[in-house]
């Protein structure tokens, strides 16, 4: 008789991982930017970030079409490679953003509603996809695939999303840095 798999219990890590990506994120917003010192054009940042966005975006899809397909070796790769590329875009734009003030719009016109719009639904999102990454990636850890899918069913999109706005929000900012 073989013995079932312990399950852990991920809540308290994504309580934790949450709390302080989502803190860390809205500090920066507030704090003005540490000094440092001069000869690295920090602006490559933003488009690192928005090249790590673009990965996501892709990977996801390729997860996303690989489970359709049964083909749950390949989903696997895929999610680690946009969990990666997700986490070295936190990691670039929390350093851009301790070390550089934020840029402002400059569009006028019809184009300024429309990137506030995808601006702000961006955050909003951006902040509730970090406890539903974590959710899913836990249930899939302790092999609760039920609960994994279900998870997904909103996380998937919601993230689609979120990588695909960081990088349209990263196009229409791009002129004023």
């Not at 953003?97 to 719009?117: D, L, N, Q, W």
């Not at 899913?136 to 706005?165: C, D, G, I």
């Amino acid at each position: 008789m073989q013995q079932s798999a312990k399950k852990r219990n991920f809540v308290p890590v994504v309580i934790l991982l949450t709390l302080v990506i989502n803190l860390l994120v809205a500090l920066l917003f507030f704090a003005p930017p540490v000094q440092v010192g001069d000869g690295f054009d920090w602006t490559l940042l933003p488009f690192l970030n928005a090249i790590f966005n673009s990965f996501t975006f892709m990977l996801l899809l390729g997860a996303w079409i690989s489970i359709r397909r049964g083909n749950r070796i390949n989903h696997r790769r895929f999610i680690g490679g946009a969990i990666t590329t997700t986490t070295l875009f936190l990691i670039s734009y929390v350093t851009y953003h301790a070390v550089s003030e934020s840029t402002k719009f400059g569009g006028e016109g019809f184009v300024r509603p429309v990137y506030f719009f995808i601006l702000i639904s961006h955050i909003i999102l951006a902040a509730i996809i970090v406890p539903l990454v974590l959710m899913s990636l836990a249930h899939a850890l302790n092999q609760n695939f039920e609960k994994h899918k279900k998870w997904t069913r909103f996380t998937m999109p919601l993230w689609l999303y979120v990588s695909l706005t960081g990088v349209i929000v990263y196009v229409m900012i791009r002129p004023y840095y």
